[in-house]
């Protein structure tokens, strides 16, 4: 297990120890009744103490989590409207390209038409006369 797993289940596991301990400490004390609640009184409130330390420590460790969690999402959101930017500028030179290539060879293919037409007219006007 790695040292950041220490959260809940830590806490859950803590507790568990601090049960068990206590029964044990109940059936084998060597003390009287009333030194014995006593202990177990000041036990019972070291680890309320223990447990308010171990759960703010949880606290300040998801804050930090989700403080990382949001700048990581500005980041990754950052870098998307790059991509989307870059692309549609890519996008735009593309489709102009496009045009003028489709208006170079609409020229070419009206003056084609426009010989053929005029080396036609010529054909028929010799052949005519």
């Known amino acids: ?17 601090l049960g068990i301990g206590a029964l044990v400490g109940v059936l084998y004390a060597p003390k009287a009744g009333k030194e014995t609640r006593e202990d177990l009184v000041a036990s019972a409130l070291d680890a309320k103490d223990r447990a308010a330390v171990l759960a703010q420590q949880a ?16 980041h990754y959101a950052d870098r998307g409207k790059e991509y989307y930017n870059r692309g549609r500028t890519q996008w735009t030179q593309y489709v102009e390209k496009g045009k003028g290539l489709v208006q170079e060879h609409q020229s ?8 053929g037409k005029e080396a036609y007219a010529n054909t028929t006007s010799e052949t005519q006369s």
């Open 1 to 17: 297990m790695s040292d950041k797993d220490n959260g809940a289940g830590g806490l859950g596991w803590f507790l568990a120890g």
């Open 59 to 74: 606290k300040d460790r998801a804050a930090d989590l989700a403080a990382q969690g949001k700048e990581q999402i500005g």
């Open 108 to 115: 070419k293919v009206s003056a084609a038409i426009d010989a």
